[in-house]
C-alpha cells in the first residue's frame, strides 16, 4: 500500500454551496497549512478557518477541519477543507494541493486504507458503498446497521464457537494419545456444527433479501398487443411514461423505470406485446421482451375478454391479471385471478397490494443482518460446504477426528475470507473499482 498523501473531492462536482476537499496521508497537516500560508497547529476534530492561496493569490476562504491519526476515517492524518462550491475554486484548491506534494485519490482509496489499518471490515467496506446507492429508505437502514457492526457480530459469534470446537479436536490430537473423541465430546461438537451449519445456511438465505435491497428487483408486465401494459404501467407510476393508444403493437419496445414498492427498489418493465409477427422491428420488440421475462423475479401477466394471457413457461413468481373489465367484468373462476381496468383505475390498488405482498416475501426484518453482496454469499456459501463435510466425516467415522478437525478449519479460513482479514490483491481490487473516487 502506497504512503503518499492522496487529495480528492467528496462532493459532486459542479456549482453548489459548499464543496468538501479531502486530503488523507502522511503529509496532509504540512500541506494544509502551506495551502493556507498558516503554520498554525491543527487540532483534532477542530475547524479553522484558514484561507487558501493558490502560490501567491488568494483563492478563497474556507473551513479546515483536522482528523488526527489514528482517530480518523482512514486511520492517517485527514484534512478536510470545506470551500466554496464553484468548480473553478475546487479544480484550483486541487491543482495546488497537487504541486504541494499529494497526488489524486483512485477509486474507493480512502475506505480502501481504512480498511488496511483496522478501521473496518470488507464487510463494512462493501456496505459504505451500497449505503451511498441506497435506493430506498429500508436499504439505508440495513447498510447502516452493518457499517455498524450488525452481521460483524453475527459472524464473530459464528467464528468463535468454531474456534471452541476447534479447540477440543485439536487438544485430542495434540495432547491424547488417542485420535478420537469421547462420545460425551463427540455430542457436544456434533451438536455445535449443526448449530454453526444452521447459522451459515440461513445467512445465505438472506441473499435474496439483502440483493433485493441492494440491487432492487424487476418486475415485467407481459401480454399480447392492446391488452393494456402500458396503460397500467403507467398508472402504477401515475406518470405518462409509455405512449398509448388503441392501435395495437404501440409499444415495440422495452421500457423501464425505477419506482419503489415495499420499501424495496423496484423496476417496472413495460414489455413489447408477444404475438406472431413478420414484421422485423417487432420480432426484434418481442425477443427483447423474453430476454426481459428472463431475467425479472416477478411477472404480471396481462389478458383481457378476447384476449388469451401469454404462455409463459419459465420458473418465475407469476400474477395473473385480467384487465378491461369496464368493459368486459371477468366471469372467470379462477380466485388467483387479479381484475382490473387500467383506463379507469379500478382494482388497481388490490393488483398494488398483490405485488407488494410477492415483493415482501424478499422484505427483510430490519432487525435481521444481511448478506448482501455475491462475494458475501460466496464465502458463506463454502463455510456452509466445509460444515456439511464435518458432520458427514464425523458420522461417517466417529472415530477419526483429523480430517473434520482440517473442515472446520477450512470453515473459519473462509469467515475469515467474509471479513476480508485474509484475502487477495484482486479481491480488495474488485471491491473498491466500484467506490466514487472521494470515498
Same mark, same amino acid.
Given at each position: 500500500?502506497?504512503?503518499?498523501?492522496?487529495?480528492?473531492?467528496?462532493?459532486?462536482?459542479?456549482?453548489?454551496?459548499?464543496?468538501?476537499?479531502?486530503?488523507?496521508?502522511?503529509?496532509?497537516?504540512?500541506?494544509?497549512?502551506?495551502?493556507?500560508?498558516?503554520?498554525?497547529?491543527?487540532?483534532?476534530?477542530?475547524?479553522?478557518?484558514?484561507?487558501?492561496?493558490?502560490?501567491?493569490?488568494?483563492?478563497?476562504?474556507?473551513?479546515?477541519?483536522?482528523?488526527?491519526?489514528?482517530?480518523?476515517?482512514?486511520?492517517?492524518?485527514?484534512?478536510?477543507?470545506?470551500?466554496?462550491?464553484?468548480?473553478?475554486?475546487?479544480?484550483?484548491?486541487?491543482?495546488?494541493?497537487?504541486?504541494?506534494?499529494?497526488?489524486?485519490?483512485?477509486?474507493?482509496?480512502?475506505?480502501?486504507?481504512?480498511?488496511?489499518?483496522?478501521?473496518?471490515?470488507?464487510?463494512?467496506?462493501?456496505?459504505?458503498?451500497?449505503?451511498?446507492?441506497?435506493?430506498?429508505?429500508?436499504?439505508?437502514?440495513?447498510?447502516?446497521?452493518?457499517?455498524?457492526?450488525?452481521?460483524?457480530?453475527?459472524?464473530?459469534?459464528?467464528?468463535?464457537?468454531?474456534?471452541?470446537?476447534?479447540?477440543?479436536?485439536?487438544?485430542?490430537?495434540?495432547?491424547?494419545?488417542?485420535?478420537?473423541?469421547?462420545?460425551?465430546?463427540?455430542?457436544?461438537?456434533?451438536?455445535?456444527?449443526?448449530?454453526?451449519?444452521?447459522?451459515?445456511?440461513?445467512?445465505?438465505?438472506?441473499?435474496?433479501?439483502?440483493?433485493?435491497?441492494?440491487?432492487?428487483?424487476?418486475?415485467?408486465?407481459?401480454?399480447?398487443?392492446?391488452?393494456?401494459?402500458?396503460?397500467?404501467?403507467? %398508472?402504477? @407510476? &401515475?406518470?405518462? !411514461?409509455?405512449?398509448?393508444?388503441?392501435?395495437?403493437? =404501440? $409499444?415495440?419496445?422495452?421500457? +423501464?423505470?425505477?419506482?419503489?414498492?415495499?420499501?424495496?427498489?423496484?423496476?417496472?418493465?413495460?414489455?413489447?406485446?408477444?404475438?406472431?409477427?413478420?414484421?422485423?422491428?417487432?420480432?426484434?420488440?418481442?425477443?427483447?421482451?423474453?430476454?426481459?421475462?428472463?431475467?425479472?423475479?416477478?411477472?404480471?401477466?396481462?389478458?383481457?375478454?378476447?384476449?388469451?394471457?401469454?404462455?409463459?413457461?419459465?420458473?418465475?413468481?407469476?400474477?395473473?391479471?385480467?384487465?378491461?373489465?369496464?368493459?368486459?367484468?371477468?366471469?372467470?373462476?379462477?380466485?388467483?385471478?387479479?381484475?382490473?381496468?387500467?383506463?379507469?383505475?379500478?382494482?388497481?390498488?388490490?393488483?398494488?397490494?398483490?405485488?407488494? %405482498?410477492? @415483493? &415482501?416475501?424478499? !422484505?427483510?426484518?430490519?432487525?435481521?443482518?444481511?448478506? =448482501? $453482496?455475491?462475494?458475501?454469499? +460466496?464465502?458463506?456459501?463454502?463455510?456452509?460446504?466445509?460444515?456439511?463435510?464435518?458432520?458427514?466425516?464425523?458420522?461417517?467415522?466417529?472415530?477419526?477426528?483429523?480430517?473434520?478437525?482440517?473442515?472446520?478449519?477450512?470453515?473459519?479460513?473462509?469467515?475469515?475470507?467474509?471479513?476480508?482479514?485474509?484475502?487477495?490483491?484482486?479481491?480488495?481490487?474488485?471491491?473498491?473499482?466500484?467506490?466514487?473516487?472521494?470515498?
Amino acid at each position: 500500500m502506497s504512503v503518499a498523501t492522496i487529495v480528492s473531492q467528496s462532493t459532486p462536482s459542479g456549482f453548489s454551496a459548499i464543496a468538501v476537499i479531502r486530503l488523507s496521508g502522511p503529509k496532509a497537516i504540512e500541506i494544509a497549512q502551506k495551502l493556507s500560508k498558516n503554520n498554525k497547529p491543527f487540532k483534532h476534530r477542530t475547524a479553522q478557518i484558514r484561507k487558501i492561496f493558490s502560490e501567491k493569490s488568494l483563492i478563497d476562504k474556507a473551513v479546515f477541519t483536522a482528523f488526527l491519526s489514528p482517530e480518523s476515517y482512514t486511520g492517517e492524518d485527514v484534512v478536510e477543507v470545506s470551500c466554496h462550491g464553484n468548480i473553478h475554486i475546487c479544480e484550483t484548491t486541487i491543482n495546488e494541493i497537487v504541486k504541494l506534494g499529494a497526488r489524486i485519490a483512485e477509486p474507493g482509496e480512502y475506505t480502501r486504507r481504512a480498511f488496511v489499518n483496522g478501521k473496518l471490515n470488507l464487510v463494512q467496506a462493501e456496505s459504505i458503498v451500497q449505503l451511498i446507492n441506497a435506493k430506498s429508505v429500508e436499504a439505508v437502514k440495513h447498510q447502516t446497521r452493518n457499517i455498524d457492526g450488525g452481521i460483524t457480530d453475527k459472524i464473530k459469534e459464528l467464528k468463535e464457537s468454531l474456534i471452541s470446537i476447534l479447540a477440543y479436536m485439536e487438544y485430542e490430537l495434540d495432547v491424547s494419545e488417542e485420535v478420537f473423541l469421547d462420545p460425551k465430546t463427540l455430542k457436544k461438537v456434533k451438536k455445535t456444527v449443526k448449530d454453526n451449519l444452521k447459522t451459515a445456511k440461513s445467512m445465505c438465505n438472506t441473499f435474496d433479501q439483502g440483493g433485493a435491497l441492494s440491487y432492487g428487483v424487476k418486475v415485467a408486465f407481459v401480454g399480447k398487443p392492446n391488452v393494456g401494459k402500458s396503460t397500467l404501467v403507467n %398508472k402504477i @407510476l &401515475g406518470i405518462e !411514461k409509455s405512449i398509448i393508444s388503441n392501435v395495437p403493437g =404501440t $409499444t415495440r419496445d422495452t421500457i +423501464s423505470t425505477e419506482t419503489t414498492i415495499g420499501g424495496i427498489p423496484t423496476t417496472l418493465v413495460d414489455t413489447a406485446g408477444i404475438h406472431l409477427s413478420e414484421n422485423e422491428i417487432e420480432k426484434e420488440g418481442i425477443k427483447r421482451s423474453f430476454k426481459e421475462i428472463k431475467s425479472a423475479d416477478l411477472v404480471v401477466l396481462l389478458f383481457c375478454d378476447g384476449v388469451e394471457v401469454v404462455d409463459i413457461n419459465e420458473d418465475i413468481e407469476k400474477i395473473f391479471v385480467y384487465n378491461k373489465i369496464d368493459l368486459q367484468p371477468y366471469t372467470g373462476e379462477d380466485r388467483k385471478v387479479v381484475p382490473i381496468s387500467a383506463s379507469t383505475g379500478q382494482g388497481i390498488t388490490s393488483l398494488v397490494k398483490q405485488i407488494r %405482498k410477492r @415483493l &415482501g416475501l424478499l !422484505k427483510a426484518n430490519a432487525a435481521e443482518p444481511l448478506i =448482501t $453482496t455475491i462475494r458475501q454469499k +460466496s464465502a458463506m456459501e463454502k463455510v456452509s460446504t466445509s460444515l456439511s463435510k464435518t458432520l458427514k466425516l464425523l458420522g461417517e467415522n466417529v472415530e477419526e477426528i483429523e480430517l473434520p478437525a482440517q473442515e472446520v478449519r477450512n470453515a473459519i479460513n473462509n469467515i475469515d475470507l467474509f471479513t476480508g482479514k485474509t484475502t487477495t490483491n484482486d479481491v480488495l481490487d474488485q471491491v473498491f473499482s466500484t467506490f466514487c473516487v472521494g470515498k
